[in-house]
């Protein structure tokens, strides 16, 4: 497939139109360049320092797709509870070996191509670990999802950490893990919510990024396809045939 040059929303689109409002307490907006500091603390109280993403990286992310990095704010405290940094690829550049550093350019996401991408990729998403579990993530992903669908993309890629690895890793490989958690065997913290978001797995990522220990640096690649888009007036005589379909099914 030759997705071709596609028009690439300009910087100047009004940053309310980037917004998932929603009636609850948080909301998702773009990050803001004021924001880069609390997001840095943020993503050092869930991965460490070590893990963390720099200031200059997510500085470089202002340059690079501004439109594609998320923040969830409290409504009234303003405070940052999650994040997700995001970018275009263009899939056939990248196996399913690809490890982070190439798919993200280090981090900077120098790979980022507006022209040529053909799928969404998420370089990363963390809520603050007090916040977990009131649907924070969710939130993230829907905007996410909304984003694809504004860019004209279908699909949304991502390596999913499976920390859950870490404490049987003597006595299985990733590629077993990975599956019996997609079997349900078993339910790792970021891979089962994945799953649970509507990704499937295409397959595993050797030393996807070695910095995550708890992953053993090893991450399942999944993917995310906007279901095809129903008509909503389908002909009267198609309901009629569902109808019948339903009726003779055992
Ligand atoms: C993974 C993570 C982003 C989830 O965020 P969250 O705000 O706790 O998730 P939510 O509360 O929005 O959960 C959304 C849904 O997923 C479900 N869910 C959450 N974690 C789950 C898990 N481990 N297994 C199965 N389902 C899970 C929730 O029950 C909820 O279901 P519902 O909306 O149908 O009721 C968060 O745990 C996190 O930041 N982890 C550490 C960083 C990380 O690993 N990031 C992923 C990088 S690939």
């Known amino acids: 497939m030759s997705p ?5 929303l300009p910087p100047s689109i009004p940053e309310e139109e980037w917004e998932e409002d929603s009636p609850g307490p948080v909301r998702v907006r773009v ?7 609390a997001v840095i603390a943020l993503s050092r109280g869930v991965y460490g320092a070590e893990g963390a993403w ?14 594609g990095q998320l923040v969830a704010v409290h409504r009234e405290s303003r405070e940052p509870v999650g994040f997700a940094i995001t970018l275009l690829l263009e899939a056939r550049r990248f196996g399913i ?9 280090g981090g900077t996401l120098r790979t980022h191509d507006p022209e040529r991408g053909d799928v969404l990729y998420g370089a990363g998403i963390a809520v603050d670990p007090k ?9 993230l992903y829907q905007a996410r999802e909304a984003m694809a669908e504004r860019l004209g993309v279908d699909r949304i890629r991502a390596g999913a950490r499976i920390p859950g690895y870490g404490a049987v890793h003597r006595i299985m490989d990733p590629f077993r ?4 958690v997609v079997e349900g065997k078993r339910r790792d913290p970021t891979l089962s919510f994945q799953l649970h978001m509507g990704f499937n797995v295409l397959g ?17 690649v999944v993917e995310w396809r906007r279901p095809p888009s129903r008509s909503l007036s389908a002909p009267e005589e198609d309901h009629q045939e569902n109808h019948d379909h339903q009726e003779a099914a055992p």
């Open 4 to 8: 071709g040059p596609r028009p690439h």
């Open 31 to 37: 990050i803001r360049p004021e924001d880069i500091p």
């Open 54 to 67: 720099y200031t200059r990286e997510l500085i470089a992310h202002q340059r690079v797709f501004p439109e």
């Open 97 to 105: 070996q690809a490890n982070w550093n190439q798919l993200t350019g």
């Open 131 to 139: 916040a977990r579990g009131m649907g924070v993530g969710r939130l």
């Open 177 to 180: 893990y990975v599956q019996e």
């Open 204 to 220: 595993v990522a050797l030393n996807y990024l070695p910095l995550d220990r708890e992953s053993r640096g090893h991450a399942a």
